[in-house]
């Protein structure tokens, strides 16, 4: 029997106050008829409490735009799952801090991607979002619960980094997550100067692993599964008594594969489909028409995302292939095969070398 996902993100809505260059979704300025009900949401929650206990975490759009959002939290955490909020943070007002408490939030992430108003501002598309973005998570901070900052790393704010890591440590932050752009939506929009290089994307990831050794605060790469290769390498340059940096407290710990899409993650839309991570546009199944339970253990492209043995290309052959599995949403952008190769890693692993070497092929 599978083991239930770790985290599984559920869109409650598109309907979103901001335009962000990067985003997976196309934002709606009205709910969408097929946006599943509060009853549908009440199911659904009974079916995720079915499989086990999990993080939920109500995403969107800006799930603060749904009014039922803190109804749907509160349900949640009444059956038994910890919930969590992702939000831009622009409509955190004292009124909302305080139903957010109330409702049983046990985290609530608001994104910043870059440390002063113009940086962010300009990602975000609205004029002010990055001023209500810290009045909101002031608020949080002042009720004394646990924020989450996310910064979506391109090359806009790459040079950047040190002082939104400053800034995040100023506001009393709890976690600083850094996603590394996975180019769906309206990320594809974006021009190729905007995206990082995949030498620039590793002096990233050997950077956030640099820190995070001498970080008190929690911080992770997401969207970066080949953080576990780097992780790996730097180990066994510098031995430690520890098997995880010490920086090491996130809510997937232990888990011991850089890609969880489909493995310890899922992502369910407004309508209820059902798809291995929020980047990865292969439907797995419909919690309208199935218990998520049966489609987490029955859907074959859950099957699949599961064998560390059935990548392609060079990741078929890596050494860290059980560890990292490339970023499948990336391999299925460019590729359209979703066992196909990271396109963002540097690493060539012997196996692959060899096979150039002789001139065979490293598909698997």
Not at 97 to 109: E, H, K, L, V
Not at 186 to 215: F, K
Not at 246 to 261: I, K, N, S, W, Y
Not at 313 to 324: A, E, P, Q
């Amino acid at each position: 029997m599978q083991p239930p996902p770790r985290l599984v993100y559920w869109e409650i809505t598109k309907r979103c106050n901001l335009r962000c260059a990067h985003c997976r979704a196309v934002p709606q300025e009205c709910a969408s008829p097929d946006e599943l009900t509060l009853a549908d949401g009440f199911r659904l929650i009974d079916a995720l409490r079915e499989c086990g206990r999990m993080v939920l975490v109500l995403t969107g759009g800006e799930p603060l735009l749904r009014p039922d959002v803190f109804d749907l939290a509160a349900y949640g955490a009444w059956r038994g799952l910890t919930m969590a909020l992702a939000t831009n943070g622009t409509l955190i007002t004292p009124q909302v801090a305080w139903q957010i408490r109330d409702a049983g939030f046990q985290r609530t992430s608001i994104s910043l991607d870059g440390p002063d108003a113009y940086t962010h501002d300009r990602f975000r598309r609205v004029p002010g979002a990055f001023d209500r973005a810290i009045e909101g998570l002031r608020h949080l901070k002042e009720l004394g619960l646990s924020v989450q900052v996310n910064t979506t790393v391109t090359a806009h704010d790459r040079e950047r980094l040190g002082e939104i890591h400053e800034m995040v440590r100023k506001l009393g932050a709890d976690a600083w997550h850094l996603f590394l752009l996975v180019p769906v939506g309206c990320g594809l929009e974006l021009s190729e100067n905007a995206q990082l290089t995949p030498r620039e994307y590793e002096a990233v990831l050997y950077w956030i692993e640099e820190l995070r050794e001498s970080e008190p605060i929690e911080i992770r790469a997401t969207c970066a599964p080949h953080i576990q290769r780097i992780r790996l390498q730097r180990q066994a340059m510098h031995p430690s008594p520890s098997p995880l940096p010490q920086g090491e407290r996130d809510g997937v710990r232990g888990t011991r594969r850089g890609c969880l899409a489909g493995t310890g993650i899922c992502f369910i839309s407004h309508r209820g489909e059902v798809f291995p991570c929020g980047y990865l546009p292969v439907q797995a199944g419909d919690v309208r028409q199935q218990r998520f339970g049966e489609v987490w253990e029955q859907a074959p492209v859950f099957a699949e995302l599961r064998a560390a043995d059935r990548l392609h290309g060079k990741c078929g052959s890596c050494d860290y292939r059980v560890v990292c599995g490339g970023c499948r949403a990336r391999a299925f952008g460019q590729t359209g095969d979703i066992l196909g190769e990271e396109p963002f890693c540097t690493y060539l692993p012997p196996a692959s070398l060899s096979m150039r070497a002789t001139g065979t092929s490293g598909a698997a």
